[in-house]
């Protein structure tokens, strides 16, 4: 499967953003998925995950009540809604998918599939 992220700006602290990413190759209801980011300097951490059906959601504590991830595999694409942004969200956000559809997998590892990550930047 080949995942396409898109969606990142520059914002300013307190705004939104959603995040798209888009599916092609495969059908993503075979996958569990996830977003990850990277700051500069930083390694890449997990964010947001999303079991194959949409019916199980879990975030890193950093994200909890300001972000949503959601699916809609019939359009084969996944969601990272961003409210009430920090400038510690700033960094790349990637998109990812698992061969693990049933599990709440965080770790890098675990994703063997990737998108090539989209910029989100958050102003004070």
């Known amino acids: 499967v080949q995942l396409q992220a898109s969606g990142g700006g520059l914002v300013q602290t307190g705004d939104s953003l959603r995040l798209s990413c888009e599916a092609s190759?495969?059908?993503?209801?075979?996958?569990?998925l996830g977003w990850f980011r990277q700051a500069p300097g930083k390694e890449r951490e997990f964010v947001a995950g999303?079991?194959?059906?949409?019916?199980?959601?879990y975030y890193v504590d950093s994200v909890k009540g300001r972000f949503t991830i959601t699916r809609d595999n019939a359009k084969n694409t996944m969601y990272l809604q961003m409210n009430t942004l920090k400038p510690e969200d700033t960094a790349v956000y990637y998109c990812?998918?698992?061969?693990?559809?049933?599990?709440?997998?965080?770790?890098?590892?675990?994703?063997?599939?990737w998108g090539q990550g989209t910029l989100v930047t958050v102003s004070s």
């Open positions: 190759g495969h059908t993503l209801s075979s996958y569990g």
């Open positions: 999303i079991n194959w059906s949409g019916t199980s959601t």
């Open positions: 990812a998918a698992s061969d693990h559809p049933y599990e709440k997998r965080r770790n890098v590892a675990a994703f063997t599939h």
